[in-house]
């Protein structure tokens, strides 16, 4: 069984980055970015307008999966994260 979970994050990498490791950052995110959504596991990803701040759809097995998976991320030590858990709304059943 699966669950579907919210999750906003905001990465604020340190200003003192040098600006290759930025871009390597940046290029290795969207790499395993797109291994997640080829896994089912990302399913959709919005930006929120004048923040570095995204909305992301996710599912997994379980929240520690989530968890996982976010952690594999390679911006994830730099990001601040919330997570709200879904459930099926009984109009949708």
């Given amino acids: ?3 579907e979970f919210l999750v906003r994050f905001e990465t604020q990498l340190p200003e003192t980055m040098a600006p290759e490791v930025v871009k390597e950052l ?3 995110e969207r790499q395993r970015a797109m291994e997640l959504r080829e896994a ?3 399913k959709r990803l919005w930006r929120i307008p004048g ?3 995204t909305l992301g ?3 997994t097995g ?6 996982d998976a976010l952690a594999s991320l390679p911006q994830f030590p730099w990001m601040d ?4 858990a879904l459930a099926t709304h009984p ?3």
Avoid: C, D, F
Avoid at 81 to 84: C, L, S, Y
């Fill in 1 to 3: 069984m699966s669950m």
């Fill in 26 to 28: 940046k290029t290795a």
């Fill in 40 to 42: 089912g596991i990302l």
């Fill in 51 to 53: 923040r570095r701040a």
């Fill in 57 to 59: 759809l996710w599912e």
């Fill in 62 to 67: 379980s929240a520690t999966e989530l968890h």
């Fill in 81 to 84: 994260v919330e997570v709200e």
């Fill in 91 to 93: 109009q949708e059943q």
